[in-house]
């Protein structure tokens, strides 16, 4: 079963609005009509591309996110995984997968056919997670640490698979995939959330830190809630989080 069966709800109300943070770049750099956002998640971005007046079909590997972007926007869903799109060659001006290829089991392929459905001089624009750790997850990897939660293993890809985590890395994949990369560079944002609304996804599941939640023990887990919200505690204001946060961005033109 995919680590994204199941949370899609979870998922929305907490993660998505972390990803949410490179949606307006992202749309500000690519034009066209024919829009494929592949990876969609719940929606923000196909939404978001829509109200531009923009075509929008939007992919998602996971059934449930199909039906949450599915009820957020007006355009076509469809359920499909990377590195396979049910589509023809060069049928779309602008290609996006927003924090997808750092999910997928093979990022080369994956960006190969993101490169193949666009359209000559279309752009493909996609971002991921930087290796270091994010703000977030040093609260996050802390609070674990403090309540003896044990890391789960075994989930990185075998290394002829993977590809560096960071904007030389993304920028690589692209060029592998035959596109002329136009911006490489590192976005940065502030997440705002609430302690309460960060909690709710690690609970329900969301990523890798969701699923390692979810394996502990409830012993680990009554520990873990205590010692994050102690530390999220010390540097929120009213329950809310303000944390930097950074993407690895490449366009690119096909
Ligand atoms: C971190 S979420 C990003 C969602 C959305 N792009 C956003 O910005 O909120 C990753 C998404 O990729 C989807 N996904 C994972 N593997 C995939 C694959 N092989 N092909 C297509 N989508 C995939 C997941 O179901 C999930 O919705």
């Known amino acids: 079963m995919s680590k994204w069966s199941g949370v899609a709800e979870a998922y929305r109300t ?10 307006e770049r992202l749309l500000a750099d690519t ?10 998640g719940t929606g923000d971005l196909a939404l978001a591309a829509t109200r531009l007046g923009r075509q929008v079909v939007a992919v998602d590997a996971d059934p449930e996110m199909v039906a949450m972007t ?7 869903v469809i359920e499909a995984a ?4 049910p589509f023809d060659d060069a049928s779309f001006d602008v290609v996006t997968a927003n924090f997808v ?15 193949r459905v666009a359209r000559p001089g279309g752009r493909v624009a996609v971002t991921c997670w930087p290796a270091r750790t994010q703000p977030w997850a040093s609260l996050v990897g802390d609070a674990f640490t403090a309540a003896g939660v044990v890391p789960q293993t075994g989930q990185r890809l075998s290394p002829e698979l993977d590809f560096e985590r960071s904007v030389t890395g993304l920028r690589g994949l692209a060029e592998d995939a035959g596109l002329k990369v136009v911006t490489a560079t590192e976005l940065r944002w502030e997440w705002e959330i609430g302690v309460d609304a ?8 969301v990523a890798t830190v ?12 009554d520990k873990a809630e205590t010692e994050l919200r102690q530390i999220m505690g010390e540097v929120a204001r009213d329950g809310m989080l303000g944390l930097p946060s950074a993407a690895a961005y490449v366009v690119a033109v096909a």
């Open 31 to 40: 034009i066209g009509d024919d829009h494929l956002d592949v990876g969609c």
């Open 198 to 205: 960060l909690w709710s996804g690690i609970t329900g599941g």
């Open 70 to 76: 599915t009820a957020a926007m007006r355009g076509v």
């Open 210 to 221: 969701g699923q390692t939640f979810l394996a502990q023990t409830g012993e680990v887990q």
């Open 82 to 85: 990377l590195p396979h799109l």
């Open 14 to 23: 907490s993660f998505a609005t972390l990803c949410a943070g490179t949606v």
């Open 101 to 115: 290829v750092n999910h997928v089991p093979d990022p080369r392929a994956a960006v190969r056919e993101l490169a």
